[in-house]
């Protein structure tokens, strides 16, 4: 039994019982394997009312993480009508977001504050997937005949296709029976067997979830050596006739796939040995590979063959795409070739210039233009630039904004910047010209209509709360003159604002802990906030007895400001650790040596309340219950210690149910009874399972009602995790 605090209620932990709702004789859950047609399991539940809980008291269900940890519970229930019920049964869903072997659950009571010890870890999935999965080469979803051909030395990937976000699940690899390390949606294979996965969903649930695979067969054998003939050219002009790529194993069994740069470019085909790329396809360039398979071959692709254009060469602007050309302006645009001996020529409005053939073009009208560039030699070509556009605005549109994401409060410094600047032509058509315009232009920054010495600028840098304010900008150039859009600018205080705690674990709900901070209060807008929510504005420091995460917002300039969060975590019994079970059973004469961890002070006492250690170890000679307080910092944990001396009886394989107090039960050694990690099953005689439980309490048969005959023969086995450590039969005699 464990208890934590000083209080005088005692709740016990949950035990795992049979669904209700299945009728009579169902053995308990040992796992749960929900999905979304069955959700549905039920614990035990018992507790002391001495004295009762408070009228609003409700009792939670709680659930650890995948390693048992109670650091941030689920709450999988509450109950509200219990508070006068000592044994009740409480009916619980798990979330659908659960996978794992460890979790555990226990029960809290929230008036007075108090936890029940945790249950064993058990198998808990939510099988939320639950068919066939189809694994293919690469994830493809083409099965074909389900073999795989591999060089030696060479590696193929084989992964799931089918299952949704199947990177969020762990998998069960085999090869053949073996089961593989990997636990990933795809395997790296570079040996020969048969392959196949499921989902894993922990030793219990894997098998009712149906997962398991097709088989993919890997086979591996020597590499033909396959190459790409290399032709006479491999540099070609834009539409030039080119010989076809041909591999230099050319045989009409085998199977063929040609790609360029990685991408299929003539499918999977058997015989199809070669592969005619066509040059008046401007992107016929690049690396070419051909990949083999076929019967007795293993699937192998060649080194790459690079085949490039002949003569091809690129052109670039060094002015923006869009202009601004302002009343007896003039401005000059130009390119960059990397064409040999280029010729140019430009155009306006798709009509070529006269005698503009540089590199350079001066223009004052607004048009739009663009340039051909020609390259003679072997590969005569031409190729245009992007064509420019310039534009004579009749008044320019000016957009300043935020240069990060911003809202008010929630920063104590900000830049504002000129994001836009467009163009507006007679028609109200826009342009965005800020490339070309905004390092042109005359600014200047105003604060409530007002100018700011010296911020003539783009930007702005705002960094104090007496900044704050709607800010404006504006622009001139030549004769235009435009103002901005108004941003408002609400920054708060960079003050650090810092609380701390006088405990960060609430012991119960009598011991106070108390939150302060560092900042004077007094006279100040604030608000003390557990779990996000304001609790109170009026406290300087706060005490509480409830575990959450706490954080003081107080308001400067319109703004709150948060300090630091201090997290208080509830007072788990799991922090108090024994190297050796509750129950402890050894040979008269003998002894046992136990050692807590995890707290800060310790005191044993036997079973007459006399302390007898100070220590986190003590060395037991003699059976009966043992106290162990605990201290975690202010709070206490109490643990009991039963020992008892090891039974010398063997464990009977008859009992007679006659109701005369004899024998009557099926009494085992204690070195298996009221173990919490030994589970004990019966069978009847057709191999069916008719009692399953841990921590057996020498009560079974629990009613003689069941036993039809004389003489009833059962099968028990005795598991201790895996293993079964003791297995016989027992004879019941009615």
Known sequence: MCSIGLMAQTLNKPTAIANPNFGTGGSPWTAVC??????????????????????????????????????????LTTVTDKNSTTDFDIRFEIPITLR???????VKSTSPELYSPATQAYNMYYIDYKNPIQITENGSGSIGDGTISICNGSTAIIAVDNVPNSETYQ?????SSTILSETGPSLTVSESGMYSVEIDYGSVCSGSAGTLSNMITVETGTAL????????????????????????????????????????????????????????????????????????????????????????????????????????????????????SPTYQWYKNNTAIS????????????????????????????????????????????????????????????????????????????????????????????????????????SISLTDISENGSYQIDATIESFNTSSNSLPVVLRSNEVITIEASSLVACNSTDFITISTNVDLT?????????GTIIDTTSLDLNTTDAGTYRLMVTRNGCSIPSNEVTISPLDESLITLDSPLNIVFPEGGSKTITASGGTAYEWR????????????????????YTLTAYVGNCVIIKEVNVSYKDTFKIPNVITVNGDGINDLWLIP???????????????????????????????????TGFTSQNMVFYYKIKKGSDTIKQGTITVIK
């Open 225 to 340: 050596g396959v190459t790409i003939n290399t032709p006479t050219k491999t540099s070609y002009c834009e539409g030039e006739t080119a010989s076809a790529l041909e591999a230099t194993i050319a045989n009409s069994d085998i199977f063929y796939t040609w790609y360029k740069d990685g991408t299929v470019v003539q499918a999977k085909a058997q015989g199809s040995y070669t592969y005619a790329f066509d040059t008046n396809d401007p992107d016929f360039a690049g690396a070419y590979t051909v990949k083999v398979e076929g019967d007795g071959i293993c699937a192998e692709t060649t080194p790459a063959l690079s085949i490039s254009k002949t003569g091809a060469f690129t052109v670039t602007e060094n002015t923006p795409l869009e202009m601004v050309i302002l009343p007896g302006e003039s401005k000059t645009l130009s390119v960059t070739s990397t064409a040999v």
């Open 670 to 704: 204690n070195s298996y009874s009221y173990q919490a990690d030994v589970n004990v099953i019966i069978y009847n005689d057709k191999g069916e399972e008719v009692y399953n439980v841990f921590e057996y309490q020498n009560n079974w048969p629990e009613s003689s």
């Open 34 to 75: 929900a999905s979304s047609t069955f959700n549905e399991y039920y614990v035990n539940f018992k507790w002391s009312a001495s004295p009762s809980v408070l009228s609003d008291n409700t009792f939670v269900l709680e659930l650890s993480d995948a390693t048992g940890s109670f650091a941030s519970p689920t709450a």
């Open 100 to 106: 794992g072997t460890g979790y555990k659950l226990r």
């Open 171 to 175: 998998y069960i690899w085999r090869k």
């Open 523 to 531: 006279g100040a807008t604030f608000g003390w906030a557990k779990d």
């Open 606 to 625: 036997d079973a007459n309340n006399t302390s007898i250690s100070n220590s986190a170890s003590i060395s037991l000679t003699t059976e009966g219950t």
């Open 355 to 458: 005698g503009a053939t540089t590199s350079t073009l001066t223009i004052s009208e607004e048009a739009e233009y663009y340039v051909a560039v020609s390259q003679g030699g072997a590969c005569p070509s031409s190729l245009n630039s992007n064509k420019i556009n310039v534009v004579a605005p009749s008044s320019f549109e000016l957009i300043a904004n935020y240069t990060t994401t911003y809202s008010d409060c929630d920063y104590s410094e900000i830049v504002l910047d000129v994001a836009t600047i467009n163009a507006v032509a007679a028609n109200g058509s826009k342009t965005d010209v800020t490339a070309d315009l905004k390092a042109s232009m005359s600014y200047q920054w105003k604060k409530d209509g007002t100018a700011v010495s010296g911020a003539t600028s783009s």
